[in-house]
């Protein structure tokens, strides 16, 4: 059963920081890319990030490039996101999932992230 856990959000003012962490299971993990996602209420999932197989090549949104940093453990199968510079507008519910995501409706939970101004 594939599955993702996402967690480490949280309420952080404008220029601080936050470290999400995500488990996936019932996958091969080490086979995929992996992304980072964010949804705001109304607008379409966008991709903030995403991590090649390996590790060795990431891809950021522009409007989150040189602030956030993605990075996996495949021996653990997990994925990070290390958000810095945090601005009100990377307020969303954040999610990992595979890139592009192909296990139909499978998504987390999501973890929430509210930067305060």
């Known amino acids: 059963q594939v599955r993702f856990v996402e967690s480490g959000g949280g309420l952080v003012q404008s220029g601080g920081s936050l470290r999400l962490s995500c488990a996936a299971s019932?996958?091969?993990?080490?086979?995929?890319?992996m992304g980072w996602y964010r949804q705001v209420p109304g607008k379409e999932r966008e991709l903030v990030a995403r991590i090649i197989a390996s590790g060795r090549g990431t891809e950021y949104a522009d409007s989150v490039k040189g602030r956030f940093a993605i990075s996996r453990d495949n021996a653990k199968g997990t994925v990070d996101l290390q958000m810095n510079s945090l601005k009100p507008e990377d307020t969303a519910v954040y999610y990992c999932?595979?890139?592009?995501?192909?296990?139909?409706?499978?998504w987390g939970q999501g973890t929430q992230v509210t930067v305060s101004s």
């Open positions: 999932n595979v890139h592009p995501p192909m296990f139909k409706g499978i």
């Open positions: 019932g996958i091969s993990f080490s086979s995929y890319v």
